[in-house]
């Protein structure tokens, strides 16, 4: 148990949909990112927000829209997805910078599947 | 660039065998080197972590690594393994303040 909590942990849904993964972290961490985990292939960052503005967006089509209202909470806001982006959602948290404050925290995930 | 290489991708061993899962690295700054942990419809868990100091890290649930530079290596090691070791095992290496460069995995299966 990291601290890091999200929701639902298992999600299906139509092309046509919408949706959104929360994530939570109470640890008065700083930094809250985005990785989707594929089968057979390396994890990928997504998203990653640092006091609640975004400094990273890895080239994610446009069908993602992440929100970050505090530094407690990341969503992950899903439409008009494809099958292709079935996966595993993991979010994680980093306390801040320097060595001793970059160790990323997982949570357990949203497994995700696009009918 | 930055980048992890896991050579295994699957690695079978008995239980209370000894096992060693690979991971090499390449990075032009400072290096800060981790091992995660997955276990099945889980996410990731931190097993250790190398920022400075002494070469040899100890984690959790009797693993440690070694940390190499002149041989750009930071392997894993249990002396010996239970069945509840079975998990994908993630080598990462620090690119920058906010990214992680991961490893594609090496899958360690414990048998009986």
């Known amino acids: 148990e990291t601290g890091v909590t999200q929701t639902p942990r298992h999600l299906v849904m139509g092309m046509t949909n919408k949706k959104s993964l929360k994530c939570e972290q109470h640890l008065g961490h700083n930094a809250m990112y985005w990785y989707k985990q594929s089968a057979k292939k390396p994890l990928e960052l997504m998203f990653v927000?640092?006091?609640?503005?975004?400094?990273e967006n890895n080239s994610v089509p446009s069908r993602f829209s992440p929100e970050c209202p505090n530094s407690s909470h990341l969503f992950l806001h899903l439409h008009t997805l494809q099958p292709e982006d079935s996966a595993l959602y993991l979010c994680a948290s980093r306390p801040g910078q320097g060595a001793r404050q970059e160790t990323q925290y997982f949570g357990p995930g949203t497994r995700l599947l696009v009918l | 660039a930055q980048s992890v290489t896991q050579l295994d991708s699957q690695v079978p061993v008995f239980e209370e065998a000894p096992v060693e899962l690979r991971c090499n690295y390449s990075?032009?700054?400072?290096?800060?080197l981790f091992w995660y942990v997955q276990y099945p419809n889980q996410g990731l868990q931190l097993l250790l972590k190398?920022?400075?100091?002494?070469?040899l890290v100890k984690g959790i649930n009797g693993f440690e690594a070694e940390f190499n530079k002149s041989q750009t290596s930071f392997h894993l090691r249990k002396p010996s393994v239970h069945i509840s070791d079975t998990a994908e095992y993630f080598c990462?290496?620090?690119?920058?303040?906010?990214?992680?460069?991961f490893g594609t995995g090496t899958r360690l299966q414990v048998f009986p």
């Open positions: 190398y920022l400075s100091g002494s070469t």
């Open positions: 990075s032009s700054v400072s290096v800060y």
């Open positions: 927000y640092n006091f609640k503005e975004q400094t």
């Open positions: 990462a290496v620090r690119l920058n303040t906010d990214k992680l460069i």
